[in-house]
């Protein structure tokens, strides 16, 4: 939306109200909701490794998660995470020692299967956004 320098006081308000009157929020959060759901699912479906039991990769899920913005901005923040095997996620994704005589021995191959599902989710999310907002 353009406008001049006279008219940006009015330009200001009515974009406010529009955001105040919960519309554009409500948009917004369920958004960011559904592409925290799509990262979980892309994860559930694996990635480079091999997988002996398939525990690992049906753990993952997203939660909203509390936090002071939530408050000051009425948006939602979601977390995308392994419910039981958080502690392998940094060692798959990053490679790791080897437990038999760290790194003299050899390292194990890292496997990176976060950091691309991260890459696509700001699109996704921008996507999103502006499918609800526009109809």
Request: charged share 30%; glycine share 10%.
């Amino acid at each position: 939306m353009r406008t001049d320098i006279d008219g940006l006081d009015e330009a200001i308000k009515n974009e406010l109200e529009n955001w105040s009157n919960g519309e554009l929020r409500r948009a917004v959060n369920e958004s960011l909701e559904e592409t925290a759901a799509a990262a979980a699912e892309s994860l559930r479906r694996g990635g480079p490794y091999k997988e002996r039991t398939g525990k690992y990769t049906k753990d993952w899920t997203h939660d909203q998660r509390g936090s002071r913005t939530s408050v000051i901005t009425g948006l939602n923040g979601y977390s995308v995470y392994n419910k039981k095997h958080y502690q392998l996620t940094h060692l798959l994704e990053k490679g790791h020692q080897l437990r038999r005589g760290g790194r003299k021995v050899g390292n194990v191959k890292a496997f990176e299967h976060i950091a691309p599902v991260n890459e696509t989710l700001g699109d996704l999310a921008v996507s999103k956004i502006r499918q609800k907002v526009r109809g």
